[in-house]
């Protein structure tokens, strides 16, 4: 029916009007979130796993890393928004290779960050609910798997799901050139540079900011069913 036709016309058309701003949006709340959970657990959890817990009785310390865990969650909703409408801008340019490369980095890389922040919760639950600290092995077990799991698998997703947006925003011309060369340097510093500073980690959700930003100032691209024109 005409009506039908009319409907699924206007659907089409507000959906990829809207992707761009929504792609950014989530991007911003992603990275935003991020940084600031990060920055929340570095200044307020010593750096080096084996310190002693009595940093746990700090009332203060602790409401700031609890605070940091519970903005976790929704900077991985956010995220798992960015992956789903970067895609769909991409539309029938995607390539199938780099297409499951992308989401299966961005899958690994919100897993375990909610893996990691779930091991760190886990750890404040069990100093707040009891009148002593858990003991000594536990502690350290428990700060050893959430710093690997974020600073080595982690963020080496993140290095991935960086370069893999690179290599498809330049195929497919929907990023700045200045981007691309910033998220090479970004997957360098997260695959080799995480054992050196803690907050070389920042990189990606900065880079993830700027890449935002970059969609919602830019201007409209082609619709992201549109066909790939030759290289």
């Not at 929340?40 to 700031?64: M, V």
């Not at 199938?96 to 760190?120: E, K, N, P």
């Not at 195929?171 to 540079?193: F, M, N, P, Q, Y």
Request: hydrophobic letters at 55%; aromatic letters at 8%; proline letters at 4%.
């Amino acid at each position: 029916m005409a009506w039908e036709s009319t409907r699924q016309n206007r659907l089409e058309t507000g959906g990829s009007l809207r992707t761009p701003r929504a792609a950014a949006v989530a991007g911003i709340v992603f990275s935003l979130l991020l940084i600031t959970a990060l920055v929340l657990l570095k200044i307020s959890a010593p750096a080096d796993p084996a310190e002693a817990g009595s940093w746990l009785t700090d009332a203060g310390r602790r409401a700031a890393v609890t605070l940091a865990l519970n903005l976790v969650p929704f900077a991985g909703i956010a995220f798992l928004w960015f992956i789903g409408v970067i895609r769909d801008r991409i539309g029938a340019r995607e390539d199938r290779f780099f297409a499951t490369v992308l989401l299966g980095s961005g899958l690994l890389f919100t897993g375990m960050l909610f893996v990691a922040a779930a091991v760190a919760g886990g750890l404040i639950a069990a100093a707040s609910r009891t009148s002593s600290l858990p003991g000594q092995g536990i502690l350290a077990l428990g700060r050893n798997a959430t710093s690997i799991l974020l600073n080595v698998y982690c963020m080496r997703m993140a290095a991935v799901f960086t370069i893999t947006t690179v290599t498809i925003g330049r195929r497919t011309h929907i990023i700045s050139r200045w981007l691309g060369a910033a998220g090479l340097v970004t997957a360098l510093g997260l695959l080799v540079g995480t054992g050196i500073s803690a907050w070389v980690e920042l990189l990606f959700p900065a880079w993830i900011l700027a890449l935002s930003i970059d969609i919602l100032t830019a201007s409209p691209q082609t619709r992201p069913g549109a066909t790939a024109t030759s290289p």
